[in-house]
Protein backbone atom coordinates (compact mmCIF):
# COMPACT_ATOMS: atom_id res chain seq x y z
CA UNK A 1 0.00 0.00 0.00
CA UNK A 2 1.32 3.50 -1.31
CA UNK A 3 1.94 6.21 1.43
CA UNK A 4 0.12 8.33 -0.16
CA UNK A 5 -2.74 11.03 1.15
CA UNK A 6 -6.24 10.58 0.18
CA UNK A 7 -7.09 14.28 0.26
CA UNK A 8 -4.00 14.77 -1.69
CA UNK A 9 -4.67 12.75 -4.42
CA UNK A 10 -8.44 13.08 -4.50
CA UNK A 11 -8.39 15.03 -7.75
CA UNK A 12 -6.87 12.18 -9.24
CA UNK A 13 -9.04 9.89 -7.72
CA UNK A 14 -11.78 11.94 -9.21
CA UNK A 15 -10.60 11.87 -12.56
CA UNK A 16 -13.71 10.44 -15.28
CA UNK A 17 -11.55 10.34 -18.06
CA UNK A 18 -10.60 6.67 -18.47
CA UNK A 19 -13.47 4.27 -20.05
CA UNK A 20 -13.37 0.99 -18.17
CA UNK A 21 -15.45 -0.96 -20.37
CA UNK A 22 -17.48 -2.75 -17.67
CA UNK A 23 -19.46 -5.98 -18.77
CA UNK A 24 -22.95 -4.74 -18.70
CA UNK A 25 -25.47 -5.59 -15.79
CA UNK A 26 -27.81 -8.21 -16.58
CA UNK A 27 -30.49 -8.50 -13.32
CA UNK A 28 -33.41 -6.50 -12.80
CA UNK A 29 -32.51 -4.32 -10.14
CA UNK A 30 -29.85 -1.58 -11.32
CA UNK A 31 -27.79 -2.30 -7.95
CA UNK A 32 -24.55 -2.18 -9.22
CA UNK A 33 -22.04 0.64 -8.61
CA UNK A 34 -22.79 3.85 -10.43
CA UNK A 35 -19.91 4.31 -13.33
CA UNK A 36 -18.50 7.36 -11.55
CA UNK A 37 -17.96 5.56 -8.31
CA UNK A 38 -16.05 2.61 -10.21
CA UNK A 39 -14.43 4.61 -11.97
CA UNK A 40 -12.99 6.64 -8.24
CA UNK A 41 -12.34 3.01 -7.19
CA UNK A 42 -10.51 2.00 -10.68
CA UNK A 43 -8.11 5.36 -10.01
CA UNK A 44 -7.78 4.44 -6.36
CA UNK A 45 -6.28 1.03 -6.91
CA UNK A 46 -3.97 2.35 -9.29
CA UNK A 47 -2.59 5.22 -7.05
CA UNK A 48 -2.84 3.57 -3.73
CA UNK A 49 -1.84 0.03 -5.11
CA UNK A 50 -3.17 -2.26 -2.31
CA UNK A 51 -2.69 -5.76 -2.77
CA UNK A 52 -5.92 -6.88 -0.39
CA UNK A 53 -9.12 -6.02 -1.05
CA UNK A 54 -12.23 -6.47 0.73
CA UNK A 55 -15.38 -5.83 -1.07
CA UNK A 56 -19.20 -6.44 0.96
CA UNK A 57 -22.04 -6.57 -1.31
CA UNK A 58 -20.30 -8.67 -4.62
CA UNK A 59 -24.20 -7.92 -5.81
CA UNK A 60 -23.33 -9.21 -10.10
CA UNK A 61 -19.86 -8.95 -9.44
CA UNK A 62 -19.26 -5.56 -11.63
CA UNK A 63 -17.72 -3.50 -8.91
CA UNK A 64 -15.24 -6.53 -8.55
CA UNK A 65 -14.55 -6.81 -12.17
CA UNK A 66 -13.54 -3.33 -12.28
CA UNK A 67 -11.35 -3.93 -8.72
CA UNK A 68 -9.46 -6.60 -10.41
CA UNK A 69 -8.81 -5.15 -13.46
CA UNK A 70 -7.29 -2.21 -11.75
CA UNK A 71 -5.33 -4.63 -9.41
CA UNK A 72 -3.98 -6.94 -13.01
CA UNK A 73 -2.94 -4.41 -14.04
CA UNK A 74 -0.67 -3.09 -10.86
CA UNK A 75 0.86 -6.36 -11.27
CA UNK A 76 -1.92 -8.32 -9.33
CA UNK A 77 -3.54 -8.87 -5.83
CA UNK A 78 -6.44 -10.89 -3.87
CA UNK A 79 -10.33 -9.72 -3.48
CA UNK A 80 -12.28 -11.03 -1.01
CA UNK A 81 -16.19 -10.54 -1.83
CA UNK A 82 -19.24 -11.36 0.45
CA UNK A 83 -22.32 -11.76 -0.40
CA UNK A 84 -25.66 -13.42 0.57
CA UNK A 85 -29.04 -13.93 -2.15
CA UNK A 86 -32.29 -12.55 -0.54
CA UNK A 87 -32.09 -9.06 0.61
CA UNK A 88 -34.46 -8.74 3.61
CA UNK A 89 -35.36 -5.84 3.02
CA UNK A 90 -36.22 -6.60 -0.51
CA UNK A 91 -39.25 -8.94 -1.47
CA UNK A 92 -38.55 -10.95 -4.72
CA UNK A 93 -39.26 -14.54 -6.06
CA UNK A 94 -36.62 -16.92 -5.10
CA UNK A 95 -36.13 -17.52 -8.94
CA UNK A 96 -34.97 -14.26 -9.29
CA UNK A 97 -32.53 -14.19 -6.50
CA UNK A 98 -31.16 -16.99 -7.98
CA UNK A 99 -30.24 -15.97 -11.44
CA UNK A 100 -28.43 -13.45 -9.73
CA UNK A 101 -26.31 -16.25 -8.37
CA UNK A 102 -25.99 -17.47 -12.15
CA UNK A 103 -24.81 -14.09 -13.38
CA UNK A 104 -22.62 -13.09 -10.72
CA UNK A 105 -20.91 -16.62 -10.83
CA UNK A 106 -20.67 -16.19 -14.42
CA UNK A 107 -18.77 -12.44 -14.10
CA UNK A 108 -16.70 -13.81 -11.06
CA UNK A 109 -15.64 -16.69 -13.13
CA UNK A 110 -14.86 -14.57 -16.18
CA UNK A 111 -13.43 -11.92 -14.30
CA UNK A 112 -10.75 -14.26 -12.57
CA UNK A 113 -9.83 -15.63 -16.24
CA UNK A 114 -9.25 -12.21 -17.64
CA UNK A 115 -7.13 -11.09 -14.63
CA UNK A 116 -5.09 -14.11 -13.72
CA UNK A 117 -2.50 -12.13 -11.59
CA UNK A 118 -5.85 -11.33 -9.21
CA UNK A 119 -7.12 -14.20 -6.61
CA UNK A 120 -10.72 -13.83 -6.39
CA UNK A 121 -12.47 -15.51 -3.57
CA UNK A 122 -16.29 -15.42 -3.19
CA UNK A 123 -17.99 -15.76 0.58
CA UNK A 124 -21.65 -16.40 0.49
CA UNK A 125 -23.18 -15.83 3.57
CA UNK A 126 -24.11 -12.28 5.59
CA UNK A 127 -20.87 -10.11 6.17
CA UNK A 128 -21.24 -9.70 9.94
CA UNK A 129 -21.51 -13.60 10.38
CA UNK A 130 -18.63 -14.46 8.23
CA UNK A 131 -16.17 -11.62 8.50
CA UNK A 132 -15.15 -13.07 11.75
CA UNK A 133 -13.96 -16.18 9.97
CA UNK A 134 -11.98 -13.81 7.66
CA UNK A 135 -9.70 -12.15 9.93
CA UNK A 136 -7.39 -12.70 11.39
CA UNK A 137 -7.45 -16.06 10.62
CA UNK A 138 -6.94 -16.12 6.85
CA UNK A 139 -6.42 -12.91 6.23
CA UNK A 140 -4.45 -10.61 8.95
CA UNK A 141 -4.93 -7.28 7.22
CA UNK A 142 -6.57 -5.38 4.52
CA UNK A 143 -5.57 -2.17 2.30
CA UNK A 144 -8.82 -1.53 0.58
CA UNK A 145 -12.52 -2.26 1.62
CA UNK A 146 -14.92 -1.42 -0.40
CA UNK A 147 -18.11 -1.41 1.84
CA UNK A 148 -21.02 -2.02 -0.18
CA UNK A 149 -23.41 -4.27 1.65
CA UNK A 150 -25.91 -2.76 4.18
CA UNK A 151 -26.41 0.73 3.30
CA UNK A 152 -27.63 1.98 7.18
CA UNK A 153 -25.75 2.83 9.82
CA UNK A 154 -26.36 -0.06 11.85
CA UNK A 155 -25.55 -2.41 9.31
CA UNK A 156 -22.13 -0.62 8.49
CA UNK A 157 -21.22 -0.12 11.86
CA UNK A 158 -21.40 -3.89 12.65
CA UNK A 159 -19.08 -4.59 9.52
CA UNK A 160 -16.60 -1.65 10.65
CA UNK A 161 -16.24 -2.93 14.18
CA UNK A 162 -15.49 -6.12 12.57
CA UNK A 163 -12.91 -5.28 9.79
CA UNK A 164 -11.12 -1.79 11.58
CA UNK A 165 -8.80 -3.24 13.76
CA UNK A 166 -7.05 -5.42 10.73
CA UNK A 167 -6.45 -2.31 8.61
CA UNK A 168 -3.20 -2.00 7.14
CA UNK A 169 -0.80 1.44 7.78
CA UNK A 170 -2.26 4.16 4.99
CA UNK A 171 -5.44 1.65 4.40
CA UNK A 172 -8.34 3.25 2.39
CA UNK A 173 -12.36 2.25 3.19
CA UNK A 174 -15.06 3.17 0.30
CA UNK A 175 -18.85 3.73 2.21
CA UNK A 176 -21.24 3.44 -1.19
CA UNK A 177 -24.44 4.88 -1.37
CA UNK A 178 -24.16 6.54 2.68
CA UNK A 179 -24.92 10.14 1.30
CA UNK A 180 -22.81 11.27 3.87
CA UNK A 181 -22.23 15.04 2.20
CA UNK A 182 -22.76 17.75 4.30
CA UNK A 183 -25.02 20.12 2.14
CA UNK A 184 -27.46 16.65 2.48
CA UNK A 185 -27.91 17.15 6.26
CA UNK A 186 -31.12 18.02 6.45
CA UNK A 187 -32.29 15.86 3.99
CA UNK A 188 -30.91 13.27 6.05
CA UNK A 189 -32.13 13.89 9.32
CA UNK A 190 -35.80 14.19 8.41
CA UNK A 191 -35.82 10.79 6.24
CA UNK A 192 -34.74 7.32 6.24
CA UNK A 193 -32.84 7.06 9.49
CA UNK A 194 -29.45 6.06 7.79
CA UNK A 195 -27.50 9.19 8.42
CA UNK A 196 -24.08 8.24 9.60
CA UNK A 197 -22.80 11.47 11.11
CA UNK A 198 -22.18 9.64 14.64
CA UNK A 199 -20.65 7.20 12.71
CA UNK A 200 -18.19 9.79 11.17
CA UNK A 201 -17.45 11.35 14.48
CA UNK A 202 -16.73 8.77 16.51
CA UNK A 203 -14.74 6.50 13.70
CA UNK A 204 -13.12 9.09 12.05
CA UNK A 205 -12.27 12.49 13.89
CA UNK A 206 -11.47 10.23 17.30
CA UNK A 207 -9.67 7.66 15.77
CA UNK A 208 -7.23 9.56 13.41
CA UNK A 209 -8.47 8.94 9.65
CA UNK A 210 -9.11 11.46 7.13
CA UNK A 211 -11.85 11.74 5.14
CA UNK A 212 -13.72 12.70 1.59
CA UNK A 213 -17.40 12.56 1.19
CA UNK A 214 -19.03 12.99 -2.00
CA UNK A 215 -22.67 12.95 -3.94
CA UNK A 216 -21.29 12.66 -7.21
CA UNK A 217 -22.49 9.19 -8.87
CA UNK A 218 -24.02 7.42 -5.68
CA UNK A 219 -23.04 9.30 -2.27
CA UNK A 220 -19.69 7.64 -1.05
CA UNK A 221 -17.84 8.63 1.84
CA UNK A 222 -13.64 7.77 1.86
CA UNK A 223 -11.66 7.71 4.96
CA UNK A 224 -7.75 7.08 5.10
CA UNK A 225 -5.68 5.96 7.87
CA UNK A 226 -3.26 8.36 9.00
CA UNK A 227 -0.77 6.53 9.85
C1 LIG B 1 -25.45 -2.27 -3.93
S1 LIG B 1 -25.30 -4.02 -4.14
C2 LIG B 1 -23.55 -4.21 -4.34
C3 LIG B 1 -23.03 -3.69 -5.65
C4 LIG B 1 -21.62 -4.14 -5.98
N1 LIG B 1 -20.70 -3.85 -4.88
C5 LIG B 1 -21.11 -3.49 -7.23
O1 LIG B 1 -20.04 -2.84 -7.16
O2 LIG B 1 -21.73 -3.60 -8.27
C6 LIG B 1 -25.59 -4.59 -2.50
C7 LIG B 1 -25.43 -6.09 -2.31
O3 LIG B 1 -25.20 -6.30 -0.92
C8 LIG B 1 -25.80 -7.52 -0.52
N2 LIG B 1 -25.97 -7.47 0.95
C9 LIG B 1 -26.77 -6.66 1.67
N3 LIG B 1 -26.63 -6.89 2.99
C10 LIG B 1 -25.69 -7.89 3.11
C11 LIG B 1 -25.10 -8.56 4.20
N4 LIG B 1 -25.44 -8.27 5.49
N5 LIG B 1 -24.19 -9.51 3.97
C12 LIG B 1 -23.83 -9.83 2.69
N6 LIG B 1 -24.35 -9.21 1.60
C13 LIG B 1 -25.27 -8.25 1.80
C14 LIG B 1 -27.10 -7.59 -1.33
O4 LIG B 1 -27.51 -8.94 -1.46
C15 LIG B 1 -26.65 -6.93 -2.66
O5 LIG B 1 -26.29 -7.92 -3.61
Known sequence: MENKSLTTCWPDICDFTQDLNIPPSRWKKAWSTHELSAKRLSNA????????????GTFEGLGT????????????GEIVTIDYDGDPEVAMPDADWRNLDRIREENLASAQKDFPNVSIH????????????????????????????????????????????????????????????????????????????????RQITQQRWRFKSTAEGRAQFWIQRRD
Open 45 to 56: THIFRPRRILET
Open 65 to 76: WVMARALAKNGG
Open 122 to 201: FIKGDSRKVLPDLFPSRWNHWDLFFQDSMHFAAGIQAEWDIVRPFAAPHAIAVFDDVCLDWWKLGAHLTGHADFCLGFAL
